[in-house]
């Protein structure tokens, strides 16, 4: 599995936004599937988006049209940026590459730390 680092969570007021940012760590990301997953304080992880090596993406149904995934070959980083949050966004994010049967459900066995998003007034 690619060694990623996630960056670029914080605390923003509802209806703000944030780019989270995905650096890979001995891969070229280009080269995999990557996806940003998240997990709120007593639930499990699940998957927020994914961007496949043909760059195709998906998101889940809570994000889809405020969030988007995107990748910068040349910095070998892919960005989750998102929009209009809302309190139940609220959650660590996860960045991680991989196989596509495995990106596409999260089914990694090693995660990084992740960064926390909160979304507050």
């Known amino acids: 599995q690619v060694q990623v680092v996630e960056s670029g969570g914080g605390l923003v007021q509802p209806g703000g936004s944030l780019r989270l940012s995905c650096a890979g760590s001995?891969?070229?990301?280009?080269?995999?599937?990557v996806g940003w997953y998240r997990q709120a304080p007593g639930k499990q992880r699940e998957t927020v988006a994914t961007l496949t090596i043909g760059d195709s993406t998906n998101y889940a149904a809570a994000v889809k049209g405020r969030f988007a995934i995107s990748r910068d070959n040349a910095k070998n980083t892919v960005y989750l940026r998102m929009n209009s949050l809302k309190p139940e966004d609220t959650a660590v994010y996860y960045c991680?590459?991989?196989?596509?049967?495995?990106?596409?459900?999260?089914?990694?066995?090693?995660w990084g730390q992740g960064t926390q998003v909160t979304v507050s007034s």
């Open positions: 991680n590459a991989g196989p596509l049967h495995i990106t596409l459900k999260g089914d990694f066995t090693s």
């Open positions: 001995g891969r070229i990301l280009r080269d995999t599937n």
